[in-house]
């Protein structure tokens, strides 16, 4: 994937999710810089008001659908992309059931986060 097509690609997307993927951009060139006492005080204290109910926490069904509303859609578009790539393209030669599985095996396979 060529950085235009990165910029293709992120300039598809709806404004909010736009937002998000350029905090998310922003935060990964600024790093932690807290140590690692801090963050393990954090974490710590985080733990401890989940155990006293002081924060609930979230539902499974509010996780899922942060899931579906945020990384489906991103996942779902890439695939849909690939999938009209390969289409307009088309094979330089007649596909083999072996190379058409390792196709359908790429695309299919869970992306790694």
């Known amino acids: 994937m060529t950085n235009v097509s990165v910029v293709e690609e ?20 600024e790093g932690d810089r807290r140590s690692d006492e801090e963050i393990k005080a954090e974490l710590t204290s985080r733990l401890a008001e989940l155990r006293s109910g002081e924060d609930p926490g979230l539902t499974f069904a ?3 659908r942060a899931h579906v509303e945020i990384e489906a859609p991103l996942k779902t578009r890439g ?5 009209d790539e390969v289409l307009v393209s088309g ?6 059931k072996a190379k058409m ?13």
């Open 10 to 29: 992120a300039l598809s997307l709806s404004p909010p999710e736009r937002a998000a993927l350029a905090k998310v951009l922003i935060e990964s060139l």
């Open 62 to 64: 509010e996780v899922f």
């Open 79 to 83: 695939d849909q992309r690939l999938i």
């Open 91 to 96: 094979p330089g030669e007649p596909l083999t």
């Open 101 to 113: 599985d390792k196709i359908r095996d790429r695309i299919l396979r869970p992306k790694k986060s």
